[in-house]
């Protein structure tokens, strides 16, 4: 928190008159104990003078000024001490010197000359407290500014990492974007030698999809209900190529469709499904799309009856960009509250669970919403056999 220069004098001046008023109330206390009672007020002369305003007023901003011009730090002490020591002597010199003129007001029974004499008998009896104060303002500055100077790395650091999150996470939402694209044009390609009604029916869908996806750009999270919808589409394109080979099954509890999950999430782990799985069958297969809430979190689970790993390829083999895409993507955006599980289930297949924290859209979803659906409730592209 930034503090204006002259909140900052205000604070300052308001330290000092506490002192003054301290110090007048020990002095008064004491006057009453000895037996030589004055009036508050009168007390007061001296350390409203001496404190509040030879310091609060002038001499502490002078001081705050000097720390701030000439700060000490690790790399110019040994040139920045020095120089303090001699302005500390010389507050003291000119405070001395500025308690000439209030010395009527301060003992208005004094009858001393001014000159010379009272200027020393000033400096020498309240010097060494005027430099000992100016080494408390100025240290206590010294740490005031330290602390701002931190916290501002602190906040240029923390800016410069959400920066690089955001850049790290872009960049990998944008890698599924060509990948997507190659994949879904090998499909076209295949099908414009059998079928180019339905090949140009696949472009449209495309077209659809890479609309969504340029609308998208910057948004890292959407609703499941929005990754869902996006889905569908992606799966019309699949089923011209597989036809009555491919089943997907969602199952979708109604109050996990308004939740947040990253744009994205689900079309590249389908997609593994499909080319790791179904397309390796020799009849057809399903693909399973399950989403529930567990606790304070919300559990998307994707599961296929394809081959499943062979048993010569290690436990720790990825599938290409989109698990690996997927893993590092749910690191960045939900650190240690997120977990993504690989099985390969005894009865076969693949599996793939992941666990995010559960956050619920701005706008809930109606709870009207079907709590099981298929993708065969989704009107699928129509498939001619050429002639």
């Given at each position: 928190m930034r503090i204006s220069g002259i909140t900052r004098w205000g604070l300052v001046a308001s330290v000092f008159a506490l002192l003054s008023t301290l110090q007048t109330t020990f002095l008064f206390e004491m006057k009453n104990e000895y037996g030589k009672p004055m009036p508050w007020i009168e007390v007061a002369r001296q350390p409203f003078v001496a404190y509040f305003f030879m310091w609060g007023l002038v001499a502490a901003p002078i001081v705050m000024y000097l720390a701030s011009r000439f700060p000490i730090e690790r790399r110019n002490w040994t040139r920045r001490f020095p120089l303090h020591?001699?302005?500390?002597?010389?507050?003291?010199?000119?405070?001395?010197?500025?308690?000439?003129?209030?010395?009527?007001?301060?003992?208005?029974?004094?009858?001393?000359p001014y000159g010379w004499m009272m200027f020393k008998a000033y400096f020498f009896s309240n010097g060494f407290d005027d430099i000992t104060m100016y080494w408390a303002v100025a240290c206590i500055y010294f740490s005031w500014l330290y602390y701002q100077r931190l916290r501002d790395r602190e906040v240029h650091a923390s800016a410069l990492e959400a920066q690089l999150a955001r850049a790290h996470l872009q960049a990998l939402k944008m890698q599924l974007h060509p990948h997507f694209l190659f994949n879904t044009l090998h499909s076209i390609s295949e099908l414009m030698h059998q079928d180019v009604e339905s090949a140009d029916r696949v472009i449209s869908r495309l077209s659809e999809l890479l609309r969504l996806t340029l609308e998208n750009t910057g948004v890292q999270e959407v609703t499941l209900k929005d990754e869902i919808?996006?889905?569908?589409?992606?799966?019309?394109i699949e089923r011209t190529r597989f036809r009555d080979r491919l089943t997907v099954a969602m199952d979708l509890t109604p109050e996990t469709l308004d939740a947040m999950v990253p744009n994205m999430i689900l079309q590249p782990l389908v997609e593994n499904s499909i080319r790791h799985g179904i397309a390796r069958r020799s009849g057809p297969g399903t693909v399973l799309v399950r989403s529930f809430k567990s606790g304070e979190n919300l559990e998307i689970l994707l599961r296929d009856d394809g081959p499943g790993r062979s048993p010569a390829q290690p436990q720790t083999a990825q599938f290409g960009v989109g698990l690996n895409n997927t893993r590092t993507r749910l690191q960045q955006l939900y650190g240690e509250a997120q977990r993504l599980e690989i099985r390969q289930p005894e009865t076969g297949g693949f599996e793939v669970q992941i666990t995010?924290?559960?956050?619920?859209?701005?706008?809930?979803?109606?709870?009207?919403?079907?709590?099981?659906?298929?993708?065969?409730?989704?009107?699928?592209?129509?498939?001619?056999?050429?002639?």
């Amino acid at each position: 928190m930034r503090i204006s220069g002259i909140t900052r004098w205000g604070l300052v001046a308001s330290v000092f008159a506490l002192l003054s008023t301290l110090q007048t109330t020990f002095l008064f206390e004491m006057k009453n104990e000895y037996g030589k009672p004055m009036p508050w007020i009168e007390v007061a002369r001296q350390p409203f003078v001496a404190y509040f305003f030879m310091w609060g007023l002038v001499a502490a901003p002078i001081v705050m000024y000097l720390a701030s011009r000439f700060p000490i730090e690790r790399r110019n002490w040994t040139r920045r001490f020095p120089l303090h020591v001699g302005f500390s002597i010389l507050i003291g010199l000119l405070i001395s010197l500025g308690r000439l003129p209030l010395h009527r007001f301060v003992y208005p029974l004094s009858d001393e000359p001014y000159g010379w004499m009272m200027f020393k008998a000033y400096f020498f009896s309240n010097g060494f407290d005027d430099i000992t104060m100016y080494w408390a303002v100025a240290c206590i500055y010294f740490s005031w500014l330290y602390y701002q100077r931190l916290r501002d790395r602190e906040v240029h650091a923390s800016a410069l990492e959400a920066q690089l999150a955001r850049a790290h996470l872009q960049a990998l939402k944008m890698q599924l974007h060509p990948h997507f694209l190659f994949n879904t044009l090998h499909s076209i390609s295949e099908l414009m030698h059998q079928d180019v009604e339905s090949a140009d029916r696949v472009i449209s869908r495309l077209s659809e999809l890479l609309r969504l996806t340029l609308e998208n750009t910057g948004v890292q999270e959407v609703t499941l209900k929005d990754e869902i919808d996006f889905l569908k589409g992606y799966l019309e394109i699949e089923r011209t190529r597989f036809r009555d080979r491919l089943t997907v099954a969602m199952d979708l509890t109604p109050e996990t469709l308004d939740a947040m999950v990253p744009n994205m999430i689900l079309q590249p782990l389908v997609e593994n499904s499909i080319r790791h799985g179904i397309a390796r069958r020799s009849g057809p297969g399903t693909v399973l799309v399950r989403s529930f809430k567990s606790g304070e979190n919300l559990e998307i689970l994707l599961r296929d009856d394809g081959p499943g790993r062979s048993p010569a390829q290690p436990q720790t083999a990825q599938f290409g960009v989109g698990l690996n895409n997927t893993r590092t993507r749910l690191q960045q955006l939900y650190g240690e509250a997120q977990r993504l599980e690989i099985r390969q289930p005894e009865t076969g297949g693949f599996e793939v669970q992941i666990t995010i924290p559960y956050r619920v859209a701005p706008d809930p979803l109606p709870e009207s919403e079907p709590v099981v659906t298929f993708l065969s409730s989704v009107r699928p592209i129509p498939h001619r056999v050429p002639s």
